[in-house]
C-alpha cells in the first residue's frame, strides 16, 4: 500500500484479557516505531525496529507489552493482561533511517 | 539526551491572521527537525522537515519553519490560517543514524472564525 496501515482500527477488549495489534510499514522501510498517545497526551515512546531487531525498547512501559517484527516488513504489539491504563491510541510509523517518520492512522484500544 | 520543548500548549488566532508556534530542541550534533500536524482522529501527518542546508524550509499547507542553530529553535509559521488549520501540532528532533524521533507536547491550534 502508499501507506502505513494498522489494524485494527478499534479494539475493546476485558481487563485480563491479551491484545494484538498490527502494523505494515510503507515498503522499503527499514526503521519501525512504536507510540502510545493517551487522550489529550503527546506521544510517548514504545519501541523502535531497524530490520528484524529492536535496538531501542526503552519506552515499553512494563513486560506485559512485547513486540515483534518478522521479515523486516509486518510487526506486532502485543499487551498481555490489558489494565485499564493501557486504553490509548497505539501509533505506529516507519522510515528510511535518519529520515521522517510516516505515521499509520493508530488503533484506539479501550480497556473495559 | 534530546528532547523538545513546545512553550504553548493552546493558542487561538482568527482566521485569516498569521500563526507562529514554537518549538525549542536539545540535541548533542546537527539535529534533523520535524514538524507534524494531527487532526481530530487522524495520524499524525508530516508538514515538514529540516535535514541541513537552507534554514528556512517550506512544506505542505502553506506552512514553513526557520531553523536557528543558536536559539535551539525551529519556530513553525503561516501567514493566513485557515479554518481547517485546526488542529495539534508536533514539533520533533531526531538523529542522523535514525532511531526514535523526540517528540514535544504539541501546541493545540484554535481557529476562530
Same mark, same amino acid.
Given at each position: 500500500?502508499?501507506?502505513?496501515?494498522?489494524s485494527?482500527?478499534?479494539?475493546?477488549?476485558?481487563?485480563?484479557k491479551?491484545?494484538?495489534?498490527?502494523?505494515?510499514?510503507?515498503?522499503?522501510?527499514?526503521?519501525?516505531?512504536?507510540?502510545?498517545?493517551?487522550?489529550?497526551?503527546?506521544?510517548?515512546?514504545?519501541?523502535y525496529f531497524?530490520?528484524?531487531?529492536?535496538?531501542?525498547?526503552?519506552?515499553?512501559?512494563?513486560?506485559?507489552? $512485547? %513486540?515483534?517484527?518478522?521479515?523486516? *516488513?509486518?510487526?506486532?504489539? =502485543?499487551? !498481555?493482561?490489558?489494565?485499564?491504563?493501557? $486504553? %490509548?491510541?497505539?501509533?505506529?510509523? *516507519?522510515?528510511?533511517?535518519? =529520515?521522517? !517518520?510516516?505515521?499509520?492512522?493508530?488503533?484506539?484500544?479501550?480497556?473495559? | 539526551?534530546?528532547s523538545?520543548?513546545?512553550?504553548d500548549?493552546?493558542?487561538?488566532?482568527?482566521?485569516?491572521?498569521s500563526?507562529?508556534?514554537?518549538?525549542?530542541?536539545?540535541?548533542?550534533?546537527?539535529?534533523?527537525?520535524?514538524?507534524?500536524?494531527?487532526?481530530?482522529g487522524?495520524?499524525?501527518?508530516?508538514?515538514?522537515?529540516?535535514?541541513?542546508?537552507?534554514?528556512?524550509?517550506?512544506?505542505?499547507?502553506?506552512?514553513?519553519?526557520?531553523?536557528?542553530?543558536?536559539?535551539?529553535?525551529?519556530?513553525?509559521?503561516?501567514?493566513?490560517?485557515?479554518?481547517?488549520?485546526?488542529?495539534?501540532?508536533?514539533?520533533?528532533v531526531?538523529a542522523?543514524?535514525?532511531?526514535?524521533?523526540?517528540?514535544?507536547?504539541?501546541?493545540?491550534?484554535t481557529?476562530?472564525?
Amino acid at each position: 500500500g502508499a501507506g502505513v496501515s494498522q489494524s485494527p482500527s478499534n479494539k475493546v477488549t476485558e481487563k485480563g484479557k491479551d491484545v494484538e495489534l498490527r502494523c505494515d510499514p510503507i515498503s522499503g522501510h527499514t526503521a519501525l516505531y512504536w507510540y502510545r498517545q493517551s487522550l489529550g497526551q503527546g506521544l510517548e515512546f514504545l519501541i523502535y525496529f531497524q530490520g528484524n531487531s529492536a535496538p531501542d525498547k526503552s519506552g515499553l512501559p512494563s513486560d506485559r507489552f $512485547s %513486540a515483534e517484527r518478522t521479515g523486516g *516488513s509486518v510487526s506486532t504489539l =502485543t499487551i !498481555q493482561r490489558t489494565q485499564q491504563e493501557d $486504553s %490509548a491510541v497505539y501509533l505506529c510509523a *516507519s522510515s528510511y533511517p535518519g =529520515t521522517a !517518520q510516516y505515521f499509520g492512522p493508530g488503533t484506539r484500544l479501550l480497556v473495559l | 539526551a534530546q528532547s523538545v520543548t513546545q512553550p504553548d500548549i493552546h493558542i487561538t488566532v482568527s482566521e485569516g491572521a498569521s500563526l507562529e508556534l514554537r518549538c525549542n530542541y536539545s540535541y548533542g550534533a546537527t539535529p534533523y527537525l520535524f514538524w507534524y500536524v494531527q487532526s481530530p482522529g487522524q495520524g499524525l501527518q508530516l508538514l515538514l522537515k529540516y535535514f541541513s542546508g537552507d534554514t528556512l524550509v517550506q512544506g505542505i499547507k502553506g506552512f514553513e519553519a526557520e531553523f536557528k542553530r543558536s536559539q535551539s529553535s525551529f519556530n513553525l509559521r503561516k501567514p493566513s490560517v485557515h479554518w481547517s488549520d485546526a488542529a495539534e501540532y508536533f514539533c520533533a528532533v531526531g538523529a542522523a543514524n535514525a532511531g526514535k524521533s523526540t517528540f514535544g507536547d504539541g501546541t493545540t491550534l484554535t481557529v476562530k472564525p
